[in-house]
């Protein structure tokens, strides 16, 4: 699977954005797709996952009610709707595979590049 991220930017405290993964060469092993993040000296977080064909959706609590994961297969894509932003979501972003469902980020198949995200207050 290969997996590239966009959409980064810097945005105000309340504000949105919209990062994207284009994801190909799906295998049958890349069951799940998620989005992860890492602070500047924080380890890497789970943010939101997708199961690909179902489209069933597991966010974590710090992102819930804010946050929404989708995917359009005929695109090829797993965006990440960002609303109501806050500077604590300040990190690098990365969209990563998996064969089930995962919170850590060592259970992740592959990797796409990270996007930054910057919230100002």
């Known amino acids: 699977v290969q997996l590239q991220a966009s959409g980064g930017g810097l945005v105000q405290a309340g504000g949105s954005l919209r990062l994207s993964c284009a994801v190909s060469?799906?295998?049958?092993?890349?069951?799940?797709m998620n989005w992860f993040r890492q602070a500047l000296g924080k380890e890497r977080e789970f943010v939101a996952g997708?199961?690909?064909?179902?489209?069933?959706?597991r966010y974590a609590d710090s992102v819930k009610g804010r946050f929404t994961i989708s995917r359009d297969g005929a695109r090829g894509t797993v965006d990440l709707q960002m609303n109501s932003l806050k500077p604590e979501d300040t990190a690098i972003y990365y969209c990563?595979?998996?064969?089930?469902?995962?919170?850590?980020?060592?259970?992740?198949?592959?990797w796409g590049q990270g996007t930054q995200v910057t919230v100002s207050s």
């Open positions: 990563a595979s998996s064969t089930s469902v995962i919170a850590t980020a060592i259970e992740a198949r592959a």
């Open positions: 060469r799906l295998t049958t092993e890349d069951n799940f």
């Open positions: 997708i199961k690909w064909r179902e489209g069933i959706k």
